[in-house]
């Protein structure tokens, strides 16, 4: 399996401007989660899916920022306008359906990540 | 309220030296528990967790972890550290609190920096 896939790898781009971001998670895994990682903040999530519905948006931070997962292989992270406080390393995680010991797939898988620069 | 710590920020060791990188934990439900690396500009690798069973749990890399429940912590620990360790190293937990949801809580982070 290539793993949990995101593009793109890095986004320079100017304040104001829309930014999407993409996600591929897993084959077969049913959740997928967004976070954001500053030195500052460290790793926060931002919003997570569980069979393309969102469970839960509660950590994205404003109206500017909007997530999408129009099917099972697909997300979208959307920021617009773009402001350069956004700018942080933005990674996606994919989870396997809930199976066996409790507890036993809860094992997040992470892509590579999205380095966002607003300037 | 469920909370994960990493009370230190930087971790150094010596190259073949043993190290030792803290966690501890609050949680209102079983305590499932993860660690995880990341090397620089690379995404989190899972090392290894702890469900139930065995209080030592052996993970990727020749890292282990053991889980402490009177002490509420879940150290990760190697033998003996290697230069390519170097890397930031988080910890966290499975959030009850969320009910189905099945978000982690997670620490800080730690980074481990292992001098030649």
């Known amino acids: 399996d290539a793993g949990v896939i995101q593009s793109p790898r890095h986004e320079v781009t100017e304040m104001g401007q829309e930014v999407t971001l993409r996600c591929k998670p897993i084959s077969g895994h049913n959740s997928l989660f967004w976070y954001r990682q500053t030195m500052m903040r460290g790793l926060e999530l931002l919003i997570y899916f569980n069979n393309n519905v969102p469970i839960d948006d509660s950590g994205m931070p404003e109206d500017r920022f909007s997530a999408k997962m129009p099917n099972a292989s697909f997300s979208t992270l959307k920021i617009q306008p773009s402001e350069p406080r956004d700018s942080a390393v933005y990674f996606c995680?994919?989870?396997?359906?809930?199976?066996?010991?409790?507890?036993?797939?809860?094992?997040?898988?992470f892509g590579p990540g999205t380095r966002l620069t607003v300037l | 309220a469920q909370s994960v710590a990493q009370p230190e920020d930087q971790v150094n060791v010596a190259e073949g030296n043993p190290l030792t990188v803290k966690c501890t934990y609050s949680v209102s439900g079983n305590p499932y528990l993860f660690w995880y690396v990341q090397y620089p500009n690379r995404g989190l690798q899972f090392l290894l967790k702890y469900i139930t069973g065995d209080n030592l749990v052996k993970g990727s890399y020749g890292f282990e972890a053991e889980f402490n429940k009177s002490q509420t912590s879940f150290h990760l620990k190697k033998p003996s550290a290697l230069v390519s360790d170097s890397a930031l190293y988080f910890c966290?937990?499975?959030?009850?609190?969320?009910?189905?949801?099945?978000?982690?809580?997670w620490g800080l982070g730690t980074s481990l920096a292992v001098n030649p």
């Open positions: 995680a994919s989870l396997e359906p809930r199976s066996g010991l409790a507890g036993s797939t809860d094992t997040q898988y």
């Open positions: 966290a937990v499975r959030d009850w609190e969320a009910g189905n949801n099945r978000k982690l809580i």
